[in-house]
């Protein structure tokens, strides 16, 4: 009996998949191309990253040898080539196959149940996107009417709807197939629950990956703004006008925030004004000072610099504040953590005393 129903299951939802691909709008099968190529562009970039990091501390602490570093340089030269030839073929329309295809699935089912960007998962989703780092992803630029943003989190959360789908026919074709074999019926199961396990980890990969990236980038900028902030003070009070000031603190540091504000730079200098490219800088960045040094510094070209110094002083004892009751919050947290391994270290040396004092103690009765 359970084997005609789940013979009956994988019929539909194979019929299903062949509808869901088949019927798909020219529309989605574009936005899969273009997020494809948008993700081994992000690839890359991740990568690129990676290479300066590791090059950097090279120079700093000589983790590498010469040979050793150079062989690294090229493997990784090599992949990031590989990335950008990707991209190129997908954006050309020379690399699509049915593996690429899977996603319509997904888009298939948020059309069904109605899911847009005000949803609550999409709608983070979104935001992860926008802060992410990827400047492709910005709320500002659009493609086909469509925020980027937007294009890239239905894909990531449709590729992960497709892949659980995709990994419950799986499933059931394995169930059937071992049960034919002769294997039993909890055998065949166990299976067939792995297939869909294993299937729905890799569609979830991609989007823990971007989540991930965005609090990993909000973990490193609310450590570093406080800097940031005071050597804008510093350089204020010292008679430097803004756009002079954000310059100077760009190129002050390595760090991730300092490669914000350098991007700020570029873009203000590219026909893009100072404030539009703080805000760009807003939207990349969630950090409620940010937020506040992008109103003060807007605030202060409609009211001429006024207090503008006094302001961003104000703003940076805030944020030192904050920086150290953050820093006490986390110092609770690792106490916590260490507590439990700290009572098993006293449980076993306890253990090592007094088992040798107990036994002296039979021994001498």
């Not at 899977?102 to 089912?109: A, D, I, S, T």
């Not at 086909?144 to 590729?159: D, E, L, Q, R």
């Not at 419950?168 to 299976?191: D, H, N, S, W, Y």
């Not at 200098?269 to 940010?290: F, H, M, P």
Request: glycine residues 8%.
């Amino acid at each position: 009996m359970i084997v005609i129903a789940v013979a009956a299951l994988l019929s539909v939802l194979a019929v299903y998949f062949v509808i869901c691909i088949s019927g798909s709008k020219q529309e989605m099968v574009v936005e899969i191309v273009i997020a494809k190529a948008w993700q081994n562009r992000f690839a890359k970039t991740d990568l690129l990253e990676k290479c300066r990091d590791y090059i950097g501390r090279n120079e700093k602490y000589h983790i590498y040898s010469d040979k050793k570093l150079e062989k690294k340089k090229k493997s990784d030269q090599k992949q990031i080539e590989a990335y950008a030839k990707k991209e190129e073929a997908y954006l050309s329309g020379k690399s699509i196959g049915i593996m690429d295809l899977l996603p319509l699935v997904g888009y298939r089912f948020c059309a069904v149940a109605g899911l847009d960007a005000e949803n609550d998962m999409l709608r983070g989703l979104i935001t992860s996107c926008e802060q992410s780092g990827y400047l492709p992803l910005e709320r500002g630029q659009e493609t086909n009417g469509k925020k980027n943003s937007m294009i890239y989190a239905y894909y990531i959360f449709s590729s992960v709807i497709s892949f659980l789908y995709v990994g419950a026919m799986l499933g059931c074709f394995v169930f059937l197939l071992m049960r034919l074999t002769g294997k039993e019926t909890g055998i065949c199961l166990v299976a067939g629950i792995i297939v869909l396990v294993a299937m729905a980890v890799v569609g979830y990969l991609p989007l823990d990956a971007l989540k991930n990236k965005a609090v990993n980038r909000k973990e490193e900028i609310d450590r570093e703004l406080p800097n940031v902030i005071s050597k804008l003070v510093l350089l204020l009070l010292s008679g430097m006008n803004i756009s002079k000031a954000i310059e100077q603190v760009s190129v002050s540091g390595e760090g991730l925030i300092y490669r914000e504000f350098a991007m700020v730079v570029k873009e203000s200098g590219q026909s893009v004004s100072l404030e539009g490219a703080l805000t760009r800088l807003q939207g990349r960045c969630s950090n409620k000072y940010i937020d506040k040094l992008v109103t003060i510094v807007s605030k202060s070209f409609s009211s001429g610099n006024a207090n503008l110094a006094e302001d961003l002083k104000n703003l940076n004892d805030e944020c030192w504040l904050e920086k150290k009751h953050s820093s006490r919050r986390m110092a609770d947290k690792v106490q916590t953590k260490l507590f439990i391994p700290t009572m098993i270290m006293f449980v076993g040396v306890l253990v090592v005393i007094i088992i040798p004092v107990m036994s002296g103690f039979n021994l001498g009765i």
